[in-house]
């Protein structure tokens, strides 16, 4: 049974940083390509960041330059690194696992199987 469990989240004033971490278990996590998603209040769940079996990444414009994907398969766990955190980054952060490995429409939601629930991130200006 796959699991993927999330956990680094809270609060943080604007310009800070935080480091989010995703717990996977249940398949060849070093096989498949990750992914990270965010979903605000009323808002569609978007695409942040993607990095496929090999390292490569990928990341949404609204993110390049302050976050940072990295995962370390001998863990089994895929890190998000946020630094220079605004206000509009508040949201709740959800990783997931697609069966596929590379990034070819990382941001897309539905290309991915597997689902974490979610941890969230609040940041005040």
């Known amino acids: 049974q796959v699991q993927l469990v999330e956990s680094g989240g809270g609060s943080v004033q604007a310009g800070g940083s935080l480091r989010l971490s995703c717990a996977a278990s249940?398949?060849?996590?070093?096989?498949?390509?990750m992914g990270w998603f965010r979903q605000a209040p009323g808002k569609e769940r978007d695409g942040v960041a993607c990095i496929d079996s090999a390292g490569s990444t990928s990341y949404a414009d609204s993110v390049k330059g302050r976050f940072t994907v990295s995962r370390d398969n001998a863990k089994n766990t895929l890190y998000l690194q946020m630094n220079s955190l605004k206000p509009e980054d508040t949201a709740m952060y959800y990783c997931?696992?697609?069966?596929?490995?590379?990034?070819?429409?990382?941001?897309?939601?539905?290309?991915?199987?597997?689902w974490g629930q979610g941890t969230q991130v609040t940041v005040s200006s």
């Open positions: 997931a696992a697609r069966v596929f490995r590379y990034c070819v429409a990382g941001m897309a939601s539905s290309r991915y199987k597997y």
């Open positions: 249940g398949y060849t996590y070093s096989s498949y390509s």
